[in-house]
């Protein structure tokens, strides 16, 4: 029902600064909150940040709180997460995902990408 797709992922030095985007088709995009997630080697799904159906709400883990920030253009069915001042410990696989009543539990999304691979080096 709604396909997503993950880009922007790849290497970069502790401090750096990297922007994700999650491209949307199929389903009516704007009917959906969006998450990001991410999962670090031997860990378990984590949730990152939030946004609404609207983009005039946001949240945020505590962990990337004032470092990253979430964004949506519903007019292009395109999700962004612009993370900045990065640490080798947000290295992960990164997701998107979509749910109509998603907030920040991984059950909460019904759809999502197949993933991008952030790595952080210090």
């Known amino acids: 029902q709604v396909q997503l797709v993950e880009s922007g992922g790849g290497l970069v030095q502790a401090g750096g600064s990297l922007r994700l985007s999650c491209a949307a088709s199929g389903d009516t995009f704007s009917n959906y909150a969006v998450g990001w997630f991410r999962q670090a080697p031997g860990k378990e799904r984590a949730f990152v940040a939030f946004i609404n159906r609207s983009g005039s709400s946001t949240y945020y883990a505590d962990s990337v709180k004032g470092r990253f920030t979430i964004s949506r253009d519903n007019a292009k069915n395109t999700i962004f997460l612009q993370m900045n001042s990065l640490k080798p410990e947000d290295t992960a696989v990164y997701y998107c995902?979509?749910?109509?009543?998603?907030?920040?539990?991984?059950?909460?999304?019904?759809?999502w990408g197949q993933g991008t691979q952030v790595t952080v080096s210090s």
């Open positions: 995902a979509a749910g109509k009543r998603g907030r920040v539990g991984v059950d909460e999304y019904d759809y």
